[in-house]
Each structure stands twice: as C-alpha cells, then as structure tokens.
C-alpha cells in the first residue's frame, strides 16, 4: 500500500487569532520540492491568485481520470496524442445543509494521431470507465459529471 504524503505549513501573521482578521494563506510542499501557495477560496476571502483546496480537489480529479483515461486507451492502442481537461468544483449545500463540493464537472478534449477516429459513442464508453477506474473518483461521492467535447 502506498503512503503518499504532502506537508503544510501556515504561520499567524498578526498579533491575534480573531475572526475575520487572520489569514488562511499557507503552503503545501510536494515531495519536499514544489511549494505551493493556498488560500481560502476568493469567496471566503482568500487571495484569488492563489490555489484553493477546491481547485486542488478537482485538479486531483482531472489529473486521476487522465491518467486512467490513457491507461485503458493504450491497452486499445489507441493513439492519444492530446488530452486537455476544464475542471469546476461547483460549491454549495449538501443533503445534510453543509457547504460542500456538490459537483465536479470534467470536460476533456480528446485528440487522437491523424487518420485515428473512434465514434462517439466508444469515446463516451471510454470515459465513462476510466471514470469507474479513476482512484480519485473512487473516493469522492457521485457527485462527478463528464461532459465529452
């Protein structure tokens, strides 16, 4: 079983921990190499030119049913030569009246060698179970829409 770790780091840059004066700004370190700067979403305050924890949880998202998508892709051989992803965490309430990520929609872009087709339908399919497949999806409730464009 794997252990994959990252590390957090946040410090009080005022005088006091009081609501609404603090900031939620932190890092996260990965593989003790790439820092990256965290913030509330802009919504909540926080600085809109940093990562938000819900950009980073459809970002997982996208990043995991990719590289499920080409793994079954190359099984069939099919030739991917480009794959782009528009990922959007939507906020809101969910059944319990939490504020939650309510839906993550993916709408990834497929590009195959010249030459290379496959129907639409056999492109939905395979969406479709690099969804089911996706290690990340696996975690996360039903709440993952694929809009194949």
Same mark, same amino acid.
């Given at each position: 079983?794997?252990?994959?770790?990252?590390?957090?780091?946040?410090?009080?840059?005022?005088? +006091?921990?009081?609501?609404?004066?603090?900031? *939620?700004?932190?890092?996260? %370190?990965? *593989?003790?190499?790439?820092?990256?700067?965290?913030?509330?979403?802009? =919504?909540?305050?926080?600085?809109?030119?940093?990562? *938000?924890?819900? %950009?980073?949880?459809?970002?997982?998202?996208?990043?995991?049913?990719?590289?499920?998508?080409?793994?079954?892709?190359?099984?069939?051989?099919?030739? +991917?030569?480009?794959?782009? #992803?528009?990922?959007?965490?939507?906020?809101?309430?969910?059944?319990?009246?939490?504020?939650?990520?309510?839906?993550? =929609?993916? *709408?990834? $872009?497929?590009?195959?060698?010249?030459?290379?087709?496959?129907?639409?339908? #056999?492109?939905? %399919?395979? %969406? #479709?179970?690099?969804?089911?497949?996706?290690?990340?999806?696996?975690?996360?409730? #039903?709440? $993952?829409?694929?809009?194949?464009?």
């Amino acid at each position: 079983m794997s252990h994959l770790a990252i590390t957090l780091h946040w410090h009080r840059a005022g005088p +006091v921990l009081r609501t609404g004066v603090y900031s *939620n700004e932190h890092t996260v %370190q990965y *593989n003790s190499r790439f820092d990256l700067p965290v913030d509330a979403a802009p =919504d909540w305050g926080g600085d809109p030119a940093n990562t *938000n924890p819900e %950009q980073a949880l459809a970002s997982a998202l996208s990043s995991c049913h990719m590289m499920t998508f080409l793994a079954l892709a190359a099984k069939l051989d099919w030739p +991917v030569a480009s794959y782009h #992803d528009y990922a959007e965490a939507h906020l809101g309430k969910n059944a319990k009246g939490q504020m939650s990520v309510v839906r993550i =929609d993916l *709408n990834p $872009v497929v590009r195959f060698d010249t030459g290379f087709t496959v129907s639409a339908e #056999d492109l939905a %399919q395979m %969406q #479709d179970r690099a969804h089911r497949y996706c290690f990340i999806a696996n975690t996360l409730a #039903d709440n $993952v829409e694929i809009n194949i464009h």
